[in-house]
Structure formats: C-alpha cells, structure tokens
C-alpha cells in the first residue's frame, strides 16, 4: 500500500508534513520538561501541586475528550440526532457532587492516588481491591482509544493499524518517562487548543460545500430532525435520553473524575482545593461546547453527503476520518489529522502516567516503604514502559466493529459502579466496613459484568398456581431487557452501596481493625 493512500484517500505531502512536523515537536515541547519531575514521586505524578486551575481544567478536557469523541461523535449525529448532548446535563451534576463530597477528603491529606484515601478508610485489601479494579478497567478501556487512533492514521497515510499504535504509543512514551505529570498536562493545554483548533476549522470546510452555510446546514439538519437533543423516556434500553443523560451522566461523571486516578491525579495536582474546583468546574462548561461542536459536525457531514447523493458505505466511525483526508483543504486535513493524534496522545500520556503512579504507590512502596526517592522515580519509569508495551497489546487486540466512543465508555461503565459504591459507602456511612465493602464491590461487579455480556433481551416464562385451585394456574412471559451502558454506573454503585452496608452489618468489624496505612 503506497505511503499516501489508504482506503481510496490521499493524504497530500503537505499535509502529510504537517502530521510529521506536529508529532516531532509535541515530543520536543514535552521533552522540555524532564528536569521537572527528578525530584520526588510528588514532583513526577503531582507536578508538585504547583499547576494553575486553568491548566488543569484544559487538561481534564484533553483527557475527557480522546481520539474517541473526536472521531465517534460526529459518527453518532450522523447516524442519530444530538441525543449524546444529554449527557453533558449529568456531567455538570456530577461534578458538583464530586466538588462537595470527594475533592475536601483528597486535600486532607498527602496523598498520591485516589485509592489510598481507601486504605484510610478501610483497610489495605480493599485499598489493594480497588487499584487492582482501576488498572483492569484503565487498561481495557484505554486499550479500545488507542485503537481509536489507528483508524484515523490508517485512513490518512497507510501506515496499517498496528504500526500506527506502536508510532503513538513510542512517542508518548517518551515524554511522559522524561518529564511526569508536568509534561503529561502543559502538552496537554497545547493539544486542546490544537484539537479546538481543528475541529472548528472542520465545521468551517464542512459549511463551506452546503449551500447557505452553517445557516443551510442548521436548517437541513434541523428538517432532518438531527438536532433533537432531548428523548424523554423512562426506557432502560435507550442510552441517550433525558433520564439516563442526567442521572447515568451524572454517576458516571462521579465515577469517572471522582474515583480514577487518570483525572483524580489531575485534581490533586492544583495548588489548593479552591483551584481544584475550579478546574473541575470550568472543564464540564468546555467538555458541553466540545459535544456540540463535534455533533454539528456530524450533522453537517449527513446534510453535505445527502445533498450529494453519496452516502459513505464505511462504518459511522470512518465516515468524519474518510471526510478529513479525502475532502478537505490542503493544509487543513494535516491540521485535523494533527488534532485528532494531539487528542489521542494527550489521553494515552495521562493514562500512561496514572497506571504507573498506582502500580508504584497503591501496590509496591506498601510493601517496600524504604525505597530511596531516586530508586522510586526509576522505578516509576520503568514501570511507565511496561504500561506502554501493555497499551500497546491491548490496542491491536482491541479492533473490532461498533461505535468506538460507546465501546470504551461502556467496558469503564462496567468497573466504575462499583468503584463509585466503595466510595459513596466509605463517605456517607461510618458502619460500613472493610469486609462488607469488599463484598459489595464484588457483587456490584459482577452485577455490570452480566449487563454487559448480555446479547440482547432475554425472554422467559413463570409459571404460576395456587394450591386448591386448578383454574388459576398458568404461565405469564416476562421480558429481562438489554440495559443500555448508560445505566451500568449507576446500577452498580446501588448494588455495591446495598450488600455493602448489609454485609457490613451482618459481618461487623472492630473499628481497631480497619487499616492505616504509611504515609507516603
């Protein structure tokens, strides 16, 4: 396959040098920070707490958004309507709650990951429990967006999918081993103001080839009812509508910005708790204009090719990369390309960094407190390189057919319930301990984990009598539905929260024997 070409589209050269010119400098730009993070392992996962509340919101934005938003939810308002905006309410709700109930507890204390606040609160099996489930969980799920990526730089210059992630896997890892948390956020800002950037410059070329511009697509796309944001229905199969938008957006924002450590280290990186608020705060704002501008891109690419007559046959995913690289302006698809690797590398630099920082912190240094500080930052490194070979695994493993954006939230769907249940339990009850919490945790788990397997509606029949009475006997059909992804957080977190606290009542615990652990 020629270096230019794939799928039928060209990437031009200067385009293509755009691509190459951005991965090259994004590497030097975070090289720039690797005297930054030789200090302590504060320095390398916190950045010293020393970042700016604006800088932090922009790179919780960079983290939230990924390749998959960029690529998946134009797909989804091509093939839809702006039902997925609805989320946007619950993630707004959701981070109140977070800057209420968890950030206090977070700045109480030293701590490096969110689940030593667990190990306070209940003990070190669960504190182990709880990082084992985030590392499972971070590595599935960011296995599926880093494939993500493969999509757009297969489509643009040939490369295949396998050699497109061990490119962005190797390039990422380099900045991130050198410079820690510092160089994982200040590449970030630059990233979202390129993906920005981008994506705005997209929505212009799409407007561009619609007759009327952005007022003829809002009026085609309008008639096409593609911009119905709101789906008022109390269906469990349904993912995007009103109830599941505001109440599993909301847990799922709980979950996801509250209990992992890919953004809980980002919060705990501001220099107080006012500054960590405000980022998280301001971020929600950026991450609801981010989802429109995305959704009225895909809308417009419906309108240009209806209007056209040339419906794409690829997937829903393909279609925004195919428009990129086989419709748009020299200099603009390099542009574009350019932004969707900046979102794709800044979310892969994040996770790289927290599935280090709790593999050192929550699982090694309990067991070897004596590390000197330099052996802890080497070990930190390496540990930042296995997770990469990991990545790396996990995306070739993970091509596969759907909607890419709904495939990775709903694998962290699975896991963050019960997450999110440990928690709640460990700050809104003192009577819940560590042995029923771990219960709970379990069945909260396994609870997401038959949702999610499930194929589709399971039809059944009970068959029913009363004794004495023949006539009344009979057999009713029942339906068991397929639950949409949006409500697994939430479903988990009420299962875990339940047998939790009953567990914990049925099998009490001496307060002496909840855990304390060193301080880090």
């Not at 004495?468 to 068991?480: E, L, Q, Y």
Request: net charge positive.
């Amino acid at each position: 396959m020629n270096l230019l070409t794939a799928h039928g589209a060209h990437l031009r050269f200067v385009d293509l040098a755009l691509v190459l010119a951005y991965l090259a400098g994004i590497t030097l730009f975070g090289l720039r920070f690797r005297k930054s993070s030789r200090g302590t392992l504060r320095e390398y996962f916190l950045a010293g707490g020393n970042i700016p509340w604006w800088a932090i919101a922009l790179s919780i934005v960079a983290a939230e958004t990924s390749t998959l938003t960029i690529i998946s939810v134009p797909g989804l308002a091509f093939t839809g309507d702006f039902g997925f905006l609805q989320l946007g309410f619950g993630y707004m709700l959701g981070r109140i709650v977070i800057c209420i109930l968890f950030l206090p507890r977070y700045f109480r204390g030293e701590l490096l990951t969110a689940y030593q606040l667990i190990g306070q609160r209940f003990g070190p099996r669960l504190h182990r429990f709880t990082a084992l489930l985030f590392l499972v969980m971070r590595a599935a799920s960011e296995g599926v967006r880093v494939f993500a990526v493969a999509i757009v730089v297969g489509i643009a210059i040939g490369t295949g999918d396998i050699a497109s992630i061990a490119i962005l896997c190797g390039l990422t890892l380099l900045y991130t081993f050198e410079g820690g948390m510092t160089a994982v956020i200040w590449t970030d800002v630059l990233q979202v103001f390129l993906y920005v950037l981008g994506s705005a410059a997209a929505l212009w070329t799409v407007c561009a080839r619609i007759s009327g511009g952005f007022g003829g697509l809002f009026a085609a796309a309008s008639a096409a009812h593609k911009l119905t944001v709101f789906h008022f229905s109390w269906s469990i199969t349904e993912a995007y509508t009103f109830q599941a938008g505001v109440l599993g957006g909301c847990f799922l924002t709980m979950a996801s910005h509250g209990t992992d450590q890919l953004m809980v280290q980002r919060l705990l990186a501001a220099k107080n708790l006012r500054d960590s608020r405000l980022a998280l705060l301001v971020s929600g704002l950026v991450i609801c204009f981010q989802f429109a501008l995305f959704l009225f891109i895909g809308a417009g690419l419906f309108v240009y090719y209806r209007n056209t007559g040339t419906m794409p046959a690829q997937g829903a995913d393909r279609i925004f990369p195919a428009f990129i690289v086989g419709e748009m302006p020299v200099g603009i698809a390099g542009l574009m390309v350019a932004a969707i690797l900046a979102a794709a590398m800044s979310n892969l630099s994040a996770a790289l960094n927290s599935l280090a920082s709790t593999t050192v912190v929550d699982f090694y240094l309990p067991r070897h407190p004596e590390l000197s500080q330099p052996r802890r930052i080497r070990l930190s490194r390496a540990m930042t390189i296995a997770w990469a070979a990991a990545l790396c695994g996990l995306a070739i493993l993970s091509r596969g057919g759907g909607h890419v954006v709904e495939i990775g939230l709903s694998i962290a769907s699975v896991l963050w319930g019960a997450m999110l249940g440990v928690f709640l339990l460990g700050t809104l009850s003192r009577r819940a301990n560590e042995r029923g919490t771990m219960a709970g945790m379990v069945a909260g788990c396994l609870v997401n984990l038959l949702l999610w397997l499930q194929p589709r509606s399971l039809a059944f029949w009970i068959t029913w009598s009363f004794p004495f009475f023949s006539a009344s006997n009979g057999v009713t059909p029942m339906v068991f539905p397929k639950i949409a992804w949006t409500w697994y957080v939430l479903i988990g977190s009420l299962v875990t929260c339940a047998v939790g606290y009953a567990g914990s009542l049925i099998f009490p615990e001496p307060v002496a024997m909840r855990g304390q652990e060193r301080s880090l």
